[in-house]
């Protein structure tokens, strides 16, 4: 009798006790893989525009050193007369 009362003790223990801690952690874990793949994939997005931004810059720049010194007078002067608002001095 004894040894039966340790076993539904040890029973009643996994069932409130331990079975909802692993599915705990587990959940847990489970939301922090997911929030890690939703910052990954939106970090992702981010470079890639910036990395976008800085070809679309390169290109302009190679187009300026290849250019001709009258061409590339002529577009810093026109790039001059532009007034960009958004542009910090």
Known sequence: MDQEFFI???GAACIFILMPTIIGYFSLQEKKLKLQRELAQSGGAAVQ???EDLRVRVAVLEKLVTDGDRTLASEIDRLGRIETPNRPI
């Open 8 to 10: 539904a003790i040890f």
């Open 49 to 51: 525009k910036e990395v």
